[in-house]
Every structure is written in structure tokens, then in C-alpha cells.
């Protein structure tokens, strides 16, 4: 079979799903305002890499049994939900700088994480995305043919993760430039909040859809 038309057709449907506003993109914001361009490439290097994990999934069948187990399914929202709820709530709870310039000086007030704990929650923002895994689900069931060789569907799962991890860092250094951190340094726990009650909404919707189906 021909490698190149799958390809090009995986890498398009991939690139519309990776830039559609999401939890993804909410926690690369967050730590792009909050902590700066370091510790926001540290969380896109933890989605990247969590797409290893969605991809495994369905290459061993895991996912097909999550997908027919729905207590499995269930738990996974329900967990995704909490870790969602937990940082939306942290989120909403930002304050506005008490001091402008040492704001834009210093970057930040807030105790800025380690690199370690902004892989980490990156790759559990990811990892725990039930939607993920019924994106890649999709992809492995539909897209990517039953007849495609293993070492196809290896390279299509490289990939994804390393262009999930491309765009997240390009979207972490435009929203830490210079001017435009300035600004959302000033005005970021604006943007913050929102991010929070949209992560909340998110949380709200996964326990509404894990119970209804």
C-alpha cells in the first residue's frame, strides 16, 4: 500500500484536532503567563509525549477494551474531571499583580514549578483526556487502514507526538514574547480565570457525559 496519501491525510486531521482550543491548550496558557517560556515548553513536551501513551493504547487493544468495558471508560473520565477541576480551580483563584513593573521585571510573583512537575502535568492533562483517546481510537479504526504495517502506525504515532510537541512550544514562545507576555503578565489573570471556568466546564462536561451514556 502507499505510505504517503495515509500519511498526508493523518497529518491534516491531526493538525485541525492538536489546534483546537482545548485542556491542552489551557494548561500550555497557564503556565505560558504564569511561569514563562522554560517551565510552558516543559508542559508541551508532557502533552507531546502523552500521545505515546493514547498511541500504545490502541496498537495493543487496551483501547478497544476501554471502549467496551464502560466502567473503565467511566473511571477515566471521572479522573480526567477531577484533574481538570483541580487546576480550573487553581486557575480562577489567580490575583491580579500587586506591583506592575516588578510583575513585568521579575515575570512573577507565584512560586514557579519545576520542569519535572510541568512535564508531569502536561502529560497527565493528555494522558487523562478521554476525548484523546477516542480521537486516536477513531484514527486507528477508521483513518489508518487494518492492513497498514506495524511500522507505519509506529512512524504515524512518532509523529503525532513530536508535531503535538512542535506546536505547543511554537504556541509557548509566541505567548512569552516580550511584548505580549508584558501584557498578559499584567492583565494575564483575566485570561487565567477564563481559562479556569473553561477548564471547569470541561470537567463539568466529562462527569455529564461519562453518567449519560
Not at 145 to 163: D, E, R
Not at 201 to 212: D, G, K
Amino acid at each position: 500500500m502507499s505510505f504517503w496519501p495515509e500519511f498526508f491525510l493523518i497529518a491534516a486531521v491531526h493538525l485541525m484536532a492538536v489546534a483546537s482550543p482545548g485542556p491542552d491548550f489551557a494548561i500550555v496558557l497557564r503556565y505560558a503567563v504564569r511561569f514563562g517560556r522554560k517551565q510552558a515548553i516543559y508542559a508541551s513536551i508532557g502533552i507531546g509525549m502523552a500521545i505515546l501513551l493514547h498511541v500504545t493504547w490502541s496498537l495493543v487493544g487496551i483501547a478497544v477494551l476501554i471502549k467496551t468495558t464502560p466502567w473503565l471508560f467511566k473511571a477515566l473520565s471521572l479522573a480526567a474531571a477531577a484533574y481538570l477541576l483541580y487546576i480550573g480551580v487553581q486557575a480562577i483563584r489567580s490575583k491580579a499583580p500587586t506591583d506592575a513593573a516588578h510583575a513585568v521585571g521579575q515575570n512573577t510573583t507565584d512560586v514557579v514549578p519545576s520542569g519535572r512537575k510541568a512535564f508531569i502535568a502536561g502529560f497527565i492533562t493528555n494522558g487523562l483526556n478521554p476525548k484523546a483517546t477516542l480521537f486516536f481510537l477513531s484514527l486507528f479504526a477508521v483513518i489508518i487502514s487494518p492492513v497498514t504495517p506495524l511500522s507505519y502506525k509506529v512512524i504515524y504515532g512518532l509523529y503525532m507526538s513530536l508535531a503535538t510537541t512542535a506546536w505547543f512550544c511554537m504556541l509557548s514562545a509566541i505567548l512569552t514574547h516580550t511584548k505580549i507576555r508584558g501584557f498578559l503578565l499584567l492583565k494575564g489573570y483575566w485570561f487565567d480565570r477564563v481559562m479556569g471556568v473553561l477548564l471547569l466546564a470541561l470537567a463539568m462536561h466529562l462527569v455529564v457525559s461519562s453518567f449519560s451514556s
